[in-house]
Every structure is written in structure tokens, then in C-alpha cells.
């Protein structure tokens, strides 16, 4: 028979929990009886059919920009770390643009590109922009060309982190630079990378709320929408505040899920398992 | 008399303003034994990157069975670099063995062999893992197929490193210190698999503080000091009478 044994605490731990029980009580009961919150507003509210309908949007913008962001950024990442100048440059100088202006800037630029460029393409083809750029369109274009500049750094950190020696060793063996680069460097690169892309996505999805000022109707235009009309800001900023918490909350979850996967297994990738298959 | 395998001429290698090769020599003939020794800083590994083409160099050349390696001669009798593709093709032919291993940590043993004849498609899936097996089998690695590296010792990683640097039927192979980063008694096992290798016939350039080795399988010892080639002979002569000075202080720190 094994005695229990307690770990050991701190008094002050435990006047700390006090404090910060009775702290939050007291803040949740004045939240929630003080009557100017409106909640049965927030009720109300809370699952109107435009509100999920935001709710989608912003689902769809924040995957539509991280999906296309992660790809674009990764080709940029590609760039900054090619022997050649040209590319390295280019990619350089996008990434000094885009992580250099301020988000919504470049929302407001794509959204006006029309009256820029009235028409884009070459004689003989040519789109007509203002058809091209709706309001969706200019959204996630901004948010994937500015999310790409972010991930291209996120993406060349990761090759960084690993040891100069994989990419010694591979090409010893003969392998050519793209073998280097896609079977040995990406997927060992992965395990800096995808905890960061977790993050991102978890900022974008609050992010993507600026998007409101182009007339998308995501999550906060939504909002806007409805308190435009009855003047109900503070429920309608709660109702919105209240999705976005737990969507990311859901988010920060599933993060923490595939961290774990990847602390458990610290020298596995499943998707590179099948190089043997010779695929 | 045996064909020349490897050649280098007047090798200069300079990082910035720091001459770290300067003007070295250095040969080894088909299904030798070439030992490089000397004190750290001396230059072995970067001579050991030059002829491999995993540096440019500044002067000199560098020829595997006659072929300039790195370079295209141009005809007012410069160099020009060659394309990252046809380095690589280069590379093919010479196996390298590092310090620290590099396996790749994310595939098993198997996959870290048969990973480079697939891709490059020398040989297919189930060739590449037959030959795999009968490397793994050579350096006494059967039974560990689907390990990764980080579950094995380090005496067992550079042993798959040897397998795996085997895999592309090199004509050279070059180790870097392969035995300085293994527990004392982990140095025998790889030290087994590479006279295994010399018995049979491979040409080897095998940078190494173990004078033992070198005594007992090298036809040829190279000792190096600050960028130079300062002596090199037979075993005998080298680490058994040394002409110079450098060498005897040398070889008499590290005995
Ligand atoms: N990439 C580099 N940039 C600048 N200097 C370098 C680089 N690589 C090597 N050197 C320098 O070149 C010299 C020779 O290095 P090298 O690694 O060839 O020595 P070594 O004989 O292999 O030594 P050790 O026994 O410590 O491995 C050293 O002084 C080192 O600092
Ligand atoms: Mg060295």
C-alpha cells in the first residue's frame, strides 16, 4: 500500500485562486445583469441566418488565403533561397512590399484596381477589371498576397532551421537540387513550419474581419449590417466577438492536436514515408 | 601499376580573403587506401568538399578517372562552373561519409538507402530495397529497416551512412571523420565496415584521427597543417619515420 502524496503548493497559490474566482464572479455578474449589454439582443442574434452566413465567409476567406497563402508563400520561400539573384531578389522585394504596408492599404489598392486598370490582360485579350475584381475577388487576392509575404519568411526559417549537413549528405548522393529541396529539406522543414501555420491561421481569421470595409459580407459586416439598421452596436459586437472566440477556440484545439502529433513523433512525417515506393 | 582514381592539382581555396587550401596535391589510385591526417583547422575537410565539388575552388583541378570534376574547361583556358544538374550527375560516382551521419530523420533506414537510386532512377522499388537489404547485411544492419536514425546509436547511423553512401556503386568513397563523433568503444564497428570495404577493393579517401586505422589499411597517408600538404608516403614513412618536424610534433600529440 502506497501512500497518497500530494504535490506541493504554494499557500499564496491557493489565495490566488480565491481572488481570482470571486474577481471573475463579481466581473461576470456585473456583465451579465447590467442591462445596457442587452442580451437578450445578443440572443437573439447570436444565430441569425446572415450572422452564420458571415460566420461562412469568414471560414471561407481565412482558408481561401492561408491554403493559397501557404502554396504562393512557398514558392517565394523557394525563391529567397535560389542561387539565382534574379529570383531571390524578386521574391525579397515582394515580401519587403507586402509585410511593409499596412494590410489594409492593400485591401483598399486591389479593391480599386479597376479604376487603375480598367482593363488587364494583352491586346487581343482582354478582361474587363471591374467584371474581374468583385468585392470577394479583391478581399482574398489582399489577403493571400499579404498572407504569402508572411508565410515565404515562415517557410525559409523552417529550411534555415535544419542543419547544413541534409543538404550536404543529399547532395553527395547525386541528388538533384529539387530532390534536395522537396524530399529531404521540405518535409524535415515542416516541423518548424506547420505549429506557425497554426498561428497564422488563428490571426487570420480576425484579419480577415477588415475585409468589412470592402463590403464582404463576413462575420463583422455582418454585424455592421444589423447595427446599422436597429443601432444595437455593442450586442451585435458581442454576437460577432462570440464567433470569432469560438472559432478560435476550435482552432487553437486542433493546433494544439498537431503539435502534438508532431512532438510525439519528433523524427516522423507520415508524408514522406512512401519515397521508398520510389513515387 | 593501378590506374589513377582521383587527382588534385594546385588546389587553392580561399573563404573571403582566407586562403584555407593553398596550392595542395593529393592522389589516389583505383581500390586504394588514402588516409588525410593532420590537426583541426588544417584544411582536410574542405579538401575532402573540393573534390567532391561541394566548394568552388579558386585554383587547380580536380579529376575522378581523368574527368574534370566541378568544372568546364573554356577555351582561353579558364574553368566555368558546371550546372547544379550536372554536379550532381558528377556526384553520383563518389559516396561521402560524414561526421555527424546526416541521415535524413524523417525515413527509416531503408528509406535513407533506396531514397537516391529511386529518385534518380537507377534502380526500381524493389531492386533498390534488395540491394538495400545486402548493404544493410554488409555492415551488419539486418533487422533495422524500418528504424529511424534517432533510435539508433551513433555507431549504428554511420554504419547505415556507409550502406547508404554504397547504394549509388560509387568508384570513390570519401569519409570525413567518421568514427570522432562515436563512444570509444562504438569506433571498432565502423572502423570493421570500412576495412571490410578497403579488403574488398574500394578506392577510399578517409579523413581520420584514428592512426591505427591508417597504419593498418592505408596504402598512403597524407598529413596536412595550416592549408599545405607537409608529408605524404607510405604508412611506414609517414607515421613511422617523419621527415619533418611539423609531422613528428603532430603525430606526437596525438599518440
Ligand atoms: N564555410 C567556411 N567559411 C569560412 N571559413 C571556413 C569555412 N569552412 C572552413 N573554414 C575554415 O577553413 C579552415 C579549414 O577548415 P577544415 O574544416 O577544412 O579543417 P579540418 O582540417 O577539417 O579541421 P577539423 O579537424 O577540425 O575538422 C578552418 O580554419 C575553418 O575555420
Ligand atoms: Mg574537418
Redesign the interface.
Known amino acids: 500500500m502506497t501512500a497518497l502524496r500530494k504535490p506541493y503548493r504554494s499557500r499564496w497559490e491557493y489565495a490566488g485562486w480565491a481572488a481570482a474566482v470571486s474577481f471573475s464572479a463579481l466581473l461576470l455578474l456585473s456583465v451579465v445583469t447590467n442591462p445596457n449589454f442587452h442580451w437578450e439582443i445578443v440572443g437573439e442574434y447570436l444565430t441569425a441566418a446572415i450572422i452564420i452566413e458571415g460566420v461562412w465567409m469568414t471560414l471561407v476567406l481565412t482558408a481561401v488565403s492561408i491554403v493559397f497563402g501557404v502554396l504562393f508563400g512557398a514558392i517565394l520561400a523557394v525563391m529567397l533561397r535560389s ?1 539565382s539573384s534574379i529570383l531571390s531578389r524578386l521574391a525579397l522585394s515582394y515580401v519587403w512590399f507586402f509585410r511593409g504596408t499596412p494590410l489594409l492599404v492593400q485591401l483598399i489598392f486591389w479593391f480599386n484596381l479597376a479604376a487603375l486598370y480598367p482593363t488587364i490582360g494583352f491586346p487581343g485579350f482582354e478582361i474587363n477589371a471591374t467584371h474581374l475584381i468583385t468585392p470577394f475577388f479583391a478581399a482574398a487576392i489582399g489577403l493571400t498576397t499579404n498572407e504569402a509575404a508572411y508565410m515565404a519568411e515562415i517557410i525559409r526559417g523552417g529550411f534555415e532551421s535544419i ?1 547544413r ?2 543538404t ?10 529539387r ?1 534536395v529541396t522537396f ?2 529539406l521540405l ?2 522543414a515542416m516541423k518548424v513550419i506547420v505549429p506557425v501555420i497554426g498561428n497564422q491561421t488563428i490571426a487570420m481569421l480576425k484579419n480577415s474581419s477588415l475585409v468589412s470595409v470592402l463590403g464582404v459580407s463576413e462575420l463583422l459586416h455582418s454585424a455592421e449590417i444589423i447595427y446599422g439598421t436597429n443601432y444595437q452596436t455593442i450586442p451585435l459586437l458581442i454576437v460577432a466577438s462570440i464567433w470569432y472566440l469560438a472559432m478560435s477556440t476550435v482552432l487553437s484545439v486542433a493546433q494544439h492536436a498537431v503539435e502534438k502529433v508532431y512532438g510525439r513523433s ?4 507520415a508524408t ?2 512512401q ?4 513515387a | 601499376m593501378s590506374a589513377v582514381a582521383v587527382s588534385a592539382r594546385g588546389i587553392v581555396k580561399r573563404f573571403g580573403s582566407r586562403t584555407v587550401l593553398s596550392n595542395v596535391d593529393f592522389e589516389v589510385l583505383t581500390g586504394q587506401v588514402s588516409c588525410v591526417i593532420g590537426p583541426s583547422g588544417s584544411g582536410k575537410s574542405t579538401l575532402l568538399r573540393c573534390l567532391n565539388s561541394l566548394e568552388e575552388i579558386e585554383g587547380g583541378e580536380v579529376r575522378m578517372f581523368g574527368e574534370l570534376q566541378g568544372y568546364l574547361p573554356t577555351p582561353d583556358g579558364g574553368y566555368r562552373r558546371l550546372s547544379p544538374g550536372r554536379l550532381a550527375e558528377q556526384r553520383e560516382q563518389v559516396g561521402m561519409v560524414f561526421q555527424n551521419f546526416n541521415l535524413f530523420p524523417h525515413m527509416t533506414v531503408v528509406q535513407n538507402l533506396v531514397c537516391a537510386p529511386t529518385l534518380l532512377r537507377k534502380e526500381t522499388g524493389p531492386a533498390a530495397r534488395e540491394h538495400a537489404a545486402e548493404l544493410l547485411s554488409m555492415v551488419g544492419m539486418t533487422g533495422y529497416e524500418a528504424s529511424y536514425p534517432a533510435h539508433l546509436s551513433g555507431g549504428q547511423q554511420q554504419r547505415v551512412a556507409i550502406a547508404r553512401a554504397m547504394m549509388m556503386n560509387p568508384r570513390v568513397l570519401l569519409f570525413d571523420e567518421p568514427t570522432s563523433a562515436l563512444d570509444a568503444e562504438r569506433v571498432s564497428e565502423v572502423l570493421d565496415v570500412m576495412k571490410k570495404l578497403a579488403k574488398a577493393g574500394k578506392t577510399m579517401v578517409v579523413v581520420t584521427h584514428e592512426l591505427g586505422f591508417a597504419r593498418e589499411v592505408a596504402n598512403d597517408v597524407t598529413f596536412m597543417d595550416e592549408g599545405a600538404v607537409v608529408e605524404a608516403g607510405s604508412p611506414a614513412e609517414v607515421l613511422g619515420s617523419p621527415k619533418r618536424d611539423r609531422t613528428r610534433a603532430f603525430l606526437s600529440k596525438v599518440l
Open positions: 542561387p542543419n549537413g541534409q550536404e549528405a543529399a547532395s553527395s548522393l547525386g541528388l538533384r537540387p530532390h524530399r529531404i518535409p524535415q519528433t523524427n516522423r512525417i514522406v514515408a519515397v521508398s515506393n520510389g
